[in-house]
């Protein structure tokens, strides 16, 4: 018997590169965050490449996207500089190991992944105020816990639960680090549904709009009922 082909790590169904497809998240209490894939290139190697757009609190940047055999990685070294960077935050990236979502073989119970990122920060500019540098070091451990059905706003979604283990400490040797856990919501062809610290709900998926018309991933139950039509009388 003929043993049947590994799937193609790309497009990652966990962080899917789809030309047009924006996500609305709730962000904290009140505000709206918007990640929005664009100008998809896939390469004849098997790799794709895109630009995340990301916009939140009026503030907008985007960053480059990469998805290889090793996962999907961005060019602001995942979901945390990312959200740096849009919060009016000046990132430097000093440097980004490991993938911001890992390849299929990995997002599956059981599976696991480390990535680290070091960043130079800088406040936003303040007329005759000082805009201090802080150099931050983020360690984060990453596990698959299993599978988990969820309700958001968006919808009911069978997406893959992950605990992630943050440990944050300034860029100097001996620095003591500072550990975080929080836990985060996949859904295969969408992504990020959720994301939690100590029971708080810190991103929410709001809505999944796709312009190209794409059927909706069977993965996502729920949303508007119709209407049951009453017959005529003749």
């Not at 609305?24 to 895109?50: C, F, H, I, W």
């Not at 060019?75 to 430097?92: N, P, R, Y």
């Not at 680090?177 to 549904?193: H, K, L, N, Q, T």
Request: charged share 20%; with cysteine.
């Amino acid at each position: 018997m003929v043993a049947a082909a590994a799937p193609s790590p790309c497009p990652n169904p966990w962080f899917p590169m789809e030309e047009g497809l924006s996500l609305t998240y709730r962000a904290g209490r009140s505000s709206e965050l918007v990640l929005a894939t664009k100008d998809v290139a896939p390469a004849p190697d098997g790799t794709v490449k895109a630009t995340l757009a990301v916009s939140l609190k009026g503030r907008s940047g985007q960053t480059d996207l990469t998805c290889d055999a090793n996962g999907v990685r961005t060019g602001l070294g995942g979901l945390e500089g990312t959200l740096l960077s849009a919060s009016g935050m000046d990132v430097q990236v000093v440097n980004a190991e490991g993938a911001a979502v890992p390849a299929p073989s990995v997002m599956v119970p059981g599976g696991t992944w480390k990535n680290s990122l070091s960043v130079k920060l800088q406040p936003p500019a303040k007329k005759g105020g000082l805009r201090p540098t802080i150099a931050t070091t983020f360690d984060k451990e990453a596990t698959v816990v299993g599978e988990e059905e969820i309700t958001v706003a968006a919808g009911t979604f069978k997406a893959l639960k992950i605990k992630n283990i943050t440990t944050a400490r300034a860029s100097r040797p001996g620095a003591e680090g500072r550990s975080m856990e929080s836990f985060m919501w996949f859904a295969p062809d969408v992504g990020i549904v959720k994301l939690t610290t100590d029971g708080e709900t810190h991103l929410e998926l709001l809505k999944v709009d796709r312009p190209n018309a794409k059927v909706k991933p069977a993965s996502i139950q729920g949303g508007a009922k119709k209407k049951a039509v009453k017959p005529t009388k003749s």
